[in-house]
């Protein structure tokens, strides 16, 4: 008897210290996204004029290019909220007028997402109060 509980206390244990590592990465693991359009410094979208990437990996990493430099961030989200936290990008710069601007503005925003929303093929991300702030289309 005394083995079973301590066979039972230990499988509990180890299941309390997995559920803690997790990352729980919603319906976003796998999928990868061009960013369209991104909230400018005045409000509006902007069309995306730079080529960036979004990347979801299975073990809560994002990572792509956002721009000129490669980038990636740890992840959690849910079935419609999400939170990006430390992004990291290679250093690199980059001559072409405006591709520092948006990619800047893009690690910035990713910080700002709350929520997102999938229609199709296109991914919706909003920050607080729930303002569009980042949109992106399916790779394929």
């Known amino acids: 008897m005394r083995s079973g509980f301590f066979i039972v206390a230990i499988l509990l244990a180890a299941v309390l210290v997995t559920a803690g590592c997790s990352m729980v990465t919603g319906g976003l693991s796998g999928t990868s996204w061009t960013l369209v359009a991104y909230e400018g410094n005045d409000g509006e979208m902007v069309r995306a004029d730079t080529y960036a990437t979004l990347h979801f990996s299975e073990d809560g990493k994002a990572s792509g ?6 980038y990636s961030a740890e992840y959690r989200a849910s079935e419609t909220e999400i939170a990006f936290r430390s992004p990291v990008s290679t250093l690199m710069y980059c001559p072409d007028e405006g591709v520092m601007e948006q990619e800047g503005r893009f690690l910035f925003l990713l910080e ?3 929520s997102y929303q999938i229609d199709g093929d296109i991914l919706m991300m909003y920050g607080a109060g729930g303002r569009e702030i980042l949109v992106a289309g399916k790779m394929r």
Do not use: D, I, K, L
Not at 65 to 70: D, F
């Open 65 to 70: 290019t956002a721009g000129c430099n490669s």
């Open 112 to 114: 700002q997402v709350r």
